[in-house]
């Protein structure tokens, strides 16, 4: 919920001096988090108050990122900026748990923890895991100070030479943004159709293939990493190709979306029948491959369209469809897994994503959505 509040402040002062809040607060919270890791002192208190610092911060963090890119880069370059930019966060969210497992298998007892377990395993690895922290506290400070290089130009941010004009209170900020996305019938039924999309394939992907890979043994131990790391290879060459290839459509942005949200859900269709770990990590990759093209393209979209005193705002929406309803999906994916097989789940899933594909390409102006801005159009 926090992000929409975030929103509304990027859009009040900058991205640029929000985002830098947040990587200070982060780097404070997480530098206090390795020290007492480090001094055995961490107490389960202590870790839901960290926790909530920095799931705050990182609620003022994204929509402060991902509206910069507009004071960045002229607007026929936003699209490419964009693939690189989010291609090297799907990278850093793969090399992350990869780099800090490294710390904790270099710097802990590997052998004192497996005998210990539990609580004693933990302490026995409290220096791996404290360098580790550590490590992600001294990433922030060196994202500070890149950060602090970065030159942006206007485009909508608050200018010292204007008139002060009263502070409008942030909720009501949070309602304005609404109803101009509500007025607009593009903004308007593109977010509708992604809440949609949210609701019924946010679950399954990260509900059902955890359940699919360690209840079929045939694929092996392996098989969760190996099919999740083929969406993220995917997600991240989708990335690459949509920074590359920007004008690469199927008539308009609308008509491509529609397209591939439609292969998506024939492609997620036959999950829950696979048999062997590569047939689930083809699927999963080329599922990755279309939806990262796509979220750069759509990125790149919202940026576009929406008038740059609102764009924190529009960011802060987009994201809280996925990330705010996606714990909805869930809830109700484990539901429907106690009366329904894997396979059933799978089929309805990308079914359901099929046919609301269809009816938005036949009921809605969205296949008219096209990469133009309104002022340009």
Known sequence: LFILI???LVDRHSPKQVLMV???VNLVLLAVLAGLVL????????????????????????????????????????????GVNLGLRQLTMFLGPLLAGLLIALFGDATAAA???????ARANATGIGIAFALDALSFAVSAWTLAQVQTHGGGAPSSAAPAAAPQAVLASVAQGL?????????????????AIALFIMGPIHIAIPVLASSTPELGAAAFGIIVGAHGAGTLLGMVVSGMV??????????????????????????????????GAVLMLAIGLLGGFMQVSVFTW??????????GRAMSLFMFIFMGLAPVSAAVTGWLM?????????????????VLAALAFVLTPMRRVTDAAPATR
Not at 250 to 273: K, Q
Not at 304 to 311: G, T
Not at 338 to 352: E, R
Request: positive net charge.
């Open 6 to 8: 975030g929103g509304a």
């Open 22 to 24: 947040t990587k200070y």
């Open 39 to 82: 001094a055995g002192s961490l107490t389960l208190w202590m870790v839901y108050a960290l926790s909530l610092g920095i799931g705050l911060a990182t609620a003022f963090s994204i929509p402060a990122g991902t509206a910069m890119m507009p004071h960045v880069v002229a607007r026929h370059q936003l699209q490419a900026a964009n």
């Open 115 to 121: 005998s210990a377990g539990g609580e004693g395993g």
């Open 179 to 195: 109803v101009h996305f509500w007025r607009d019938s593009e903004l308007r039924t593109c977010f509708l159709y992604w809440s």
């Open 246 to 279: 920007p004008r690469l459509r199927i008539g308009s942005l609308g008509m491509t979306i529609l397209a591939f949200d439609a292969i998506i859900g024939a492609l997620f269709m036959p999950m829950g029948l696979v048999t062997a770990v590569w047939q």
């Open 302 to 311: 919202i940026q576009q369209r929406v008038p740059p005193a609102l764009l």
């Open 338 to 354: 106690k009366s329904v097989t894997l396979a059933q789940l799978f089929a309805t899933s990308g079914g359901t994503l099929v």
